[in-house]
């Protein structure tokens, strides 16, 4: 058996034989299928320029919440927090368990707990200095 390393991705008929085995052991485990969509929610100013944005997706039965930015002109406006909302009212319409995320120490380590987020795991030095943060939230 050759082990070979090299800096980049696996090839596309590579990956074809990962993903079929993945997905081939989750049947003999009898495991949920694994389906992600991708969702997204904007705010726009007055002027129709974009002043925030939330990018998530659904698999299984929770919510990830991947990206959410405001631009500076707009934090402090209550902009990230009805992004959120609106994102968890949309997990609630699904009927999704809940809501979960990483951020960084130097984002929004206390944002979230303020909309109601439950710390989860903490990485600490990722990167060296700083701390990535799981958060999650229960709708059910």
């Known amino acids: 058996m050759n082990i070979r390393f090299r800096q980049s991705n696996l090839t596309s008929a590579e990956q074809a034989i990962v993903t079929r085995g993945f997905e081939d052991y989750a049947v003999q485990q009898q495991a949920p299928p ?21 990018v998530g997706e659904i698999y299984w039965d929770w919510m990830f919440l991947d990206d959410l ?3 500076p002109t707009h934090r402090g406006q209550g ?11 949309f997990a609630q319409e699904q009927a999704l368990q809940g809501v979960w995320l990483w951020t960084q120490s130097w984002e929004a380590e206390h944002f979230y707990p303020k909309l109601g987020y439950s710390e989860f795991t903490r990485f600490h030095d990722f990167p060296k200095g700083h701390t990535r943060i799981g958060y999650r939230k229960s709708l059910a």
């Open 34 to 54: 694994y389906r992600a969509r991708n969702l997204s929610w904007t705010a726009d100013d007055e002027q129709t320029e974009l002043a925030g944005a939330l």
């Open 79 to 89: 902009i990230g927090s009805r992004l959120v909302r609106a994102a968890e009212n």
């Open 69 to 71: 930015w405001v631009a």
